[in-house]
Nanobody
Framework: QVQVVESGGGLVQPGGSLRLSCKTS????????RSWYRQAPGNQRELVAS??????TYSDSVKGRFTISEDSAMNTAYLQMSELKPEDTAVYYC???????????????WGQGTQVTVSS
């Protein structure tokens, strides 16, 4: 069984910083894609950032403010968020794609999310 757990969310003031972590455990191996999504109440889930083969991509709304990174040895992805704005308030989800002993082909695994609230 593959588990994906996000952490690091909380309440932060506008202009502040926060770092989210995404720890993957279980039978997964050969991870090739890691992503962060977010979803605010009433909105659809939005892709925020992705990293694959050391190359990162970002949505226009977070470019220059967020940085995605990964530590393969620790099976952990990070999302460093700075210059946070109220519109960044959402539940942030981690998605990991790769192979595991539970499937014969690649699969996508999701965490349960961590709340980020940007408010004064």
């Amino acid at each position: 069984q593959v588990q994906v757990v996000e952490s690091g969310g909380g309440l932060v003031q506008p202009g502040g910083s926060l770092r989210l972590s995404c720890k993957t455990s279980g039978s997964i191996f050969s991870i090739y894609f890691r992503s962060w999504y977010r979803q605010a109440p009433g909105n659809q889930r939005e892709l925020v950032a992705s990293i694959a083969r050391g190359i990162s991509t970002y949505s226009d709304s977070v470019k220059g403010r967020f940085t995605i990174s990964e530590d393969s040895a620790m099976n952990t992805a990070y999302l460093q968020m700075s210059e946070l704005k109220p519109e960044d308030t959402a539940v942030y989800y981690c998605s990991v794609e790769g192979y595991s002993d539970d499937a014969f082909g690649p699969s996508t695994y999701w965490g349960q999310g961590t709340q980020v609230t940007v408010s004064s």
